[in-house]
Structure formats: structure tokens, C-alpha cells
């Protein structure tokens, strides 16, 4: 797995200005204070507003999407600072994505796959969960758009360890509730963008082309033949093979899965549940003397 300065990050979202290195490690001081005040058992009410204020602030400055990824990728920095750091990237791509240019969504978007690509086991679970609620922000506002090539990128964090397989499952369950449920608003102002991609990346190729040959022909989104749901029966079934009654992370990972299964139970088609052989990766989890197994199973499946 890469290390935080193995990439060149993208220039700093500051609307035409720059940010002076000085400047940034002084602001960055002023955050960690701000923190520190905030969950200090001894501030006072006034301490902590005007610490909460300031915060508040900072996440409003042209500045904040570069000193939210600094801070969010420093491992040396407290978690809370760094998670700190991931909502500044977080108001910026809720509040301000609207104002920025396709330059620099293009930016924000370098930021949050760095960040993905550099999580590792001993970050905390809620940082590795916030990094992948940002892919999902970005993916709603961009994805099949200017950004096409998500599925390659999702394809090659797959790829790396279980943690990395973690932030995969969250973001397609997320995109997959979100996008056909309708209840969000964003993700329902591209829904039918977002719903076609969402087909194209999780059946399988050869379900595409024999059981919907008349879809769309547009841009094509998917990474590889198998497509997601394949992919997560697999992990599903390396997971029951590889010692999930022990090892709490493998374990973990299979409720994860079944999670995110459940949640592309209601819209894929049964052709593709019956060439993936859902049912049959899906009652053998069910079959299994866990509890907490069973009661993610999928119950459209």
C-alpha cells in the first residue's frame, strides 16, 4: 500500500489564491487548539463556542478543501484533527461544489481517492467509514459525468486489503440505496444517470448483453466482465472459507457484504441473481452458526 507522499497531491482549491506553507501549519495550530478546547472537561460554555464558532468558520475559508486533505492524510495528527480535516472536505463538497469550477471538483475528487487509497488498519474505523461517505458525495454530484472511470478506481482499491474491500462495500451500499430509493435528494436530481451506471457495474457483462441488449447505448462505466455483484458473492464466499468464526475482521467483512448484497437485492434483475448464484452464496451464510450473520442476510434474496 502506498504511503501519504507517494503521490503529488492536487493543487489547493483556493479560488485563484495560494496557501503559504507558514500559513497553513498556523491555521492547522489554531484547529487542534480549537479541538482540544472543544473536548476539554474543563472549558468553559463560552470556550467552547467560540471554539465551535471558529471551527465553523474555518470550514467556510477558500482554503479548506487543501487544509482539510493535509490534515485528513497526516497520520501523524490526532484523530480527531484529521477527522476534523475530512469535515472541512465534507461542508466544501455538500455547500460549495456548485461554485467550483470542473477543475476543481476534479481536485476535491484527487483529494477524497488519495484519502481512499491511503487508509490503512490503524486508522479508526470512523475515519475509513467518513473518507468512503465523501466517495459517495462525489460520486452523486459526478459520477457518468466527468467522472467515468470510478469503477476502475473502485476495481483497484478491491484490490488492496480487507480494509480497502471495506471502503469498496460502503460506498456501493450507499450508492445503492440512495440512487433507488429516491429519498435523496441529490443522488434523485441524476437519478437516471445514476441508476444506469449503477446496472452497468453491478451485473455481469454477459447478463448485459444477453437479457438487456436493447439498454441505452451510452459510455461505458464498468471495469471487467464480472461486475460488483459477482464480485461481492465471491468475497462472501472466501469469507465463510477463510476462518470467519475467528478472525473478527473476516467476520466483519461478511456483514458487510451481506449488507450491501441486501441492498442491490431490491433493483437487479433475476437474471443476474441467478448467474452469480446469489441465493445459493447467500444461504450458506444463513446456514452458518453466527447470529450476526444471519441477521444481515438479504431478505429479497
Known amino acids: 500500500m502506498m504511503d501519504s507522499g507517494s503521490k503529488t497531491p492536487p493543487q489547493p482549491i483556493t479560488n485563484g489564491g495560494s496557501v503559504e506553507h507558514g500559513e497553513t501549519q498556523h491555521d492547522l495550530s489554531q484547529v487542534l487548539q480549537a479541538l482540544e478546547a472543544i473536548y476539554d472537561p474543563h472549558s468553559s460554555n463560552d470556550t467552547r463556542k467560540h471554539a465551535s464558532a471558529y471551527l465553523e468558520h474555518a470550514k467556510r475559508l477558500p482554503e479548506a478543501p487543501a487544509h482539510g486533505f493535509n ?3 497526516d497520520k ?3 484523530p480527531a484533527l484529521r477527522h476534523y480535516g475530512l469535515s472541512m472536505l465534507e461542508y466544501s463538497i455538500k455547500y460549495g461544489w456548485e461554485d467550483y469550477t470542473i477543475e476543481q471538483g476534479g481536485a476535491l475528487r484527487q483529494y477524497v481517492i ?7 488498519e490503524e486508522d ?3 475515519l475509513r467509514n467518513k473518507v468512503a461517505q465523501l466517495w459517495t458525495e462525489i460520486a452523486k454530484r459526478t459520477w457518468g459525468a466527468e467522472w467515468r472511470d470510478m469503477d476502475d478506481q473502485l476495481v483497484q482499491l478491491w484490490g488492496i486489503s480487507l480494509h480497502h474491500q471495506a471502503v469498496v462495500l460502503y460506498v456501493l451500499e450507499t450508492l445503492s440505496e440512495e440512487i433507488f430509493n429516491r429519498e435523496d435528494v441529490t443522488a434523485g436530481l441524476r437519478g437516471n444517470d445514476l441508476g444506469r451506471a449503477c446496472v452497468e457495474i453491478f451485473l455481469p457483462a454477459a447478463v448485459l448483453r444477453q437479457h438487456l441488449p436493447t439498454r441505452d447505448k451510452g459510455p461505458n462505466y464498468r471495469c471487467g466482465e464480472d461486475g460488483w455483484l459477482k464480485r461481492l458473492c465471491d468475497l462472501l464466499n472466501w469469507c465463510l472459507s477463510n476462518g470467519y468464526e475467528k478472525d473478527e475482521r473476516i467476520r466483519t467483512c461478511a456483514i458487510k457484504t451481506l449488507n450491501t448484497l441486501r441492498a442491490a437485492m431490491t433493483w437487479v434483475i433475476p437474471k443476474a441473481i441467478t448467474a452469480t448464484e446469489c441465493i445459493e452464496h447467500v444461504c ?3 446456514a452458518v452458526p453466527v447470529v450476526s450473520l444471519q441477521q444481515v442476510t438479504p431478505q429479497h434474496a
Open 284 to 286: 450458506k451464510a444463513l
Open 114 to 120: 488519495q484519502l481512499a487509497q491511503n487508509i490503512s
Open 124 to 126: 479508526p474505523v470512523y
Open 71 to 73: 490534515l485528513a492524510l
Open 76 to 78: 501523524t495528527q490526532p
